[in-house]
């Protein structure tokens, strides 16, 4: 049954150094058998945060209004990846450590249109009752050095199983197609590389994601002008939509 779609591209976790051997049954092993179950929760949490996504989505179209969320993406961590990130970062093996350490086994990502989505987004979110925010990195104010945006909340959120009840954390990322479609390439020349990305192509994809704001911003600006004069019932004249970055520094300056 295909119900986690998974990642475009998979996080990343490291390279796995060459000689490690295989997490495997003796891990499964020592976890008690129940480790099947327990991923099962991670499963489950995705399905209540990608259903609360879609509700937001629904509700918006349903209001006639704007629709901030382009689309979802989810996957659930492998055992193999758990166990091997377990291994990796010498937590101890147990289910409850587990728990408590490895925060990004279950992952939801939400691409947005615009910047300004993003923050809409996580407040909508982070102000649901039921969802709590234990982990919040942005990436967007603090650009990673490689050029990396994101908005990342660590959230957790209880599961209702048929027997009891347990809190499980899901990591949500944020981000704008712009900021996707440069996570994605920069993924993808990361793994070729093996994580040695050469300094002249290092440079290049600083370069691209430095683009990749300016577009973000453009587009940011353009989608208030037309948003601001739809309330204003006017039409944009030919004038506003000729110099946009013009118009971004006046809305930066207005802030
Ligand atoms: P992990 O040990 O990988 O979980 O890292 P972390 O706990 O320090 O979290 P961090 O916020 O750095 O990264 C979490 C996730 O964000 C990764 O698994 C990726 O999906 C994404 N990510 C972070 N940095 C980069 C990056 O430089 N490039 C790309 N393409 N994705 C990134
Ligand atoms: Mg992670």
Redesign the pocket.
């Given at each position: 049954m295909d119900w986690v779609k998974s990642?475009q591209?998979?996080?990343?976790?490291?390279v796995e150094p060459a000689a490690a051997a295989p997490a495997g049954i003796k891990d499964v092993r020592v976890l008690g058998g129940h480790f099947a179950d327990f991923m099962l929760d991670y499963k489950f949490a995705i399905d209540e945060i990608t259903t609360k996504i879609n509700i937001l989505r629904e509700d918006f179209n349903n209001a006639n209004e704007y629709n901030p969320i382009e689309h979802i993406n989810s996957r659930l961590k492998s055992p193999e990846s758990v166990l091997e990130?377990v291994r990796r970062?010498n937590y101890p093996m147990n289910l409850a450590s587990i728990r408590e350490n490895v925060?990004?086994i279950a992952?939801v990502?939400v691409i947005c249109s615009f910047i300004s989505d993003i923050a809409k987004i996580r407040d909508m979110l982070a102000g649901q009752e039921d969802i709590t925010v234990l982990e919040e990195?942005d990436?967007i104010t603090n650009r990673?050095p490689?050029?990396?945006q994101?908005l990342?909340l660590i959230v957790s959120i209880p599961v209702f199983r048929a027997g009891h009840t347990v809190r499980v954390p899901v990591?949500i990322?944020i981000r704008t197609i712009a900021m996707d479609f440069?996570?994605?390439l920069?993924?993808k020349i990361?793994y070729k590389y093996r994580g040695e990305v050469p300094p002249n192509l290092q440079a290049e994809l600083t370069q691209a994601a430095e683009a990749a704001t300016q577009l973000d911003e453009k587009m940011e600006a353009l989608h208030r002008l037309v948003d601001h004069a739809g309330r204003h019932g006017e039409r944009p004249d030919r004038s506003d939509s000729l110099d946009l970055s013009a118009l971004y520094e006046n809305l930066v300056t207005d802030r």
């Open positions: 990642w591209h998979s996080p990343i976790t490291g990130k970062k925060l990004d992952g990502r990195r990436y990673k490689n050029g990396y994101s990342h990591e990322q440069w996570a994605s920069e993924h990361y």
